[in-house]
């Protein structure tokens, strides 16, 4: 798998060193901070080390603090549910970051969900395209939305209001739902399909506004609430938030696949994806414990198939894919 290749991002030159901290500074995704803060919690414990101070900021809040700046007050290590982008690189080069370590923790689905009282829903990607999308090909023309139940879609599908609670632009899980549901979808369209890069973009990844898609910028136990009080509504979710509340809710079946652990871990369920640490190397001399965090991340009784990561939604790696995240830090240790 790509993902599970050593990746490191050389940029520019490598600043002096930031003075020293007896604490780390996390930022990151509402899907990775519920895990980086149960190692946090372990490891303040354990370690001898002081617990690491950690923020919910959603991956491009947590990418924006982590490239602003290198000096001392600065994060140390951002968690992100999505790779870091080209654009948020250039922004760490910019500010002369420096050499920037990747590692892979595990895998999360995005499950769509709804109370456990209200019926399931079994759908495809193309449905729910045409569910949220802004605007949408219809009779050989682009028009604004105009399904507002989901039978209207499908006459297979219930007669239910469409109503879907979904992740905000700060959410690492609003890119990840753009690239494997809206992008892909818009490519079956030949009305989208055949438009300009620019306008095809337009399309593909504006969501409605018409009061049928609700953003929630905050963390996502707020769309959680709103499922509960609102039993037809769709919510778009973590798999690790389905996996500590099944008691609420249920997933969808999405193109035949429910959002299992086993069919996240083998990647058949369509919206399956990694989760990533990435930190700043040159703190690693002058932060203290932050390979130690990082070791505990990876140990076998944090991220091993029975670890406490994996009691709490994480899909783990398998061994050798997580011997490979180790070697990393070994090769951090010894520059």
Not at 274 to 292: C, N, Q
Request: glycine content about 8%; proline content about 7%.
């Amino acid at each position: 798998m790509k993902w599970l290749l050593p990746v490191f991002f050389w940029l520019l030159v490598m600043p002096a060193p930031a003075d020293a901290r007896d604490q780390i500074h996390i930022v990151s995704s509402s899907t990775v901070y519920p895990f980086a803060g149960l190692v946090a919690e372990h490891f303040g414990k354990s370690s001898g080390f002081r617990a690491p101070v950690i923020e919910s900021t959603g991956s491009g809040g947590g990418f924006k603090l982590f490239c602003a700046s290198i000096d001392a007050d600065s994060p140390d290590i951002v968690g992100a549910s999505r790779p870091i982008a080209k654009s948020e690189a250039k922004d760490c080069a910019a500010h002369e970051v420096g050499l920037i370590g990747e590692i892979v923790i595990g895998f999360d689905g995005i499950a769509l969900v709804n109370a456990k009282s209200a019926h399931p829903y079994q759908l495809t990607r193309r449905q729910l395209f045409l569910a949220i999308a802004k605007t949408v090909p219809r009779d050989g023309k682009l028009i604004a939305n105009p399904y507002a139940r989901w039978s209207e879609i499908d006459p297979a599908l219930p007669s239910d209001p469409i109503l879907v609670f979904g992740p905000a632009p700060n959410h690492g899980t609003r890119d990840v739902l753009l690239d494997l549901v809206m992008e892909r979808s818009c490519q079956a369209f030949p009305e989208i399909s055949g438009l300009e890069p620019i306008a095809r973009k337009q399309v593909c990844e504006h969501l409605r506004e018409d009061g049928h898609f609700i953003e929630v910028s905050e963390n996502y136990t707020i769309i959680l609430r709103k499922l509960v009080g609102e039993p037809n509504a769709l919510g778009i979710l973590p798999f690790s938030y389905l996996d500590q509340n099944g008691d609420k809710i249920q997933a969808a079946t999405l193109e035949g696949f429910v959002p299992s652990y086993d069919n996240i871990y083998n990647l058949s369920y369509p919206l399956a994806r990694p989760l990533f640490l990435y930190v700043k190397t040159s703190h690693i001399p002058v932060t203290h414990g932050i390979l130690e965090y990082l070791t505990e991340f990876l140990s076998e009784k944090a991220c091993g198939k029975d670890g406490y990561l994996a009691d709490h939604g994480l899909i783990v790696l398998s061994e050798a894919a997580r011997q490979v995240e180790r070697e990393k830090l070994e090769a951090w240790r010894h520059r």
